[in-house]
């Protein structure tokens, strides 16, 4: 078993199957993009283990606390890994990730961002270690994110 599969059975962690678009979404790009050895990574939300969106929905501040966005962060951070996967066909190729941006869908006056994708860092960290685990990140608030998620993250990844 490759090495960052086994780590993800030793966490007990689980990759969702592709996301179940709401009826009538269309979207018209790639999840992954891969560019020479970089692997860009379109804006991915949380996932529930049926591919589903993760409950619950909406504003950290009034229908989540910091710490189911911190949750909805990891999942989302399970979300983009799975895509990973099926772009990449092995997630051990990836030697560096680069750089992240997350979202925060909260509630005005609500600053706590970082706290709340660092549920997205820590499983990276934990998933990749300290070396190719170790990105750039930015954690912004905005007032709505689609479909009424409470994160959503990008990114990009260097492989092999």
């Known amino acids: 078993m490759p090495a ?5 059975a030793e966490l007990g962690l689980v990759l969702p199957p592709p996301m ?7 979207l018209p790009f790639e999840a992954v993009h891969i560019v020479g050895h970089r692997a860009i990574i379109s804006g991915h939300g949380p996932q529930a283990p049926d591919g589903s969106l993760a409950q619950p929905l909406g504003k950290v501040g009034r229908e989540l606390t910091v710490e189911q966005g ?3 962060a990891r999942l989302t951070g399970l979300s983009i890994l ?10 051990d190729r990836i030697t560096q ?4 941006f997350g979202m925060v869908n909260g509630v005005a006056g609500f600053q706590g961002q970082p706290a ?4 997205f860092s820590d ?9 190719a685990g170790a990105h750039a990140r930015s954690a912004v608030g905005l007032y709505e ?3 009424n998620i409470p994160v959503e993250i990008e990114g990009e990844v260097a492989f092999a």
């Open 20 to 26: 179940q678009l709401p009826p009538g979404v269309r």
């Open 70 to 72: 911190y949750a909805a």
């Open 97 to 100: 990730w680069v750089r992240v």
């Open 82 to 91: 799975a895509s990973l996967q099926r772009a990449l066909g092995d997630l």
């Open 116 to 119: 709340v994708i660092n549920g």
């Open 4 to 8: 960052i599969a086994q780590r993800i």
């Open 123 to 131: 499983l990276v960290l934990e998933v990749f270690g300290p070396t």
């Open 145 to 147: 994110l689609p479909f």
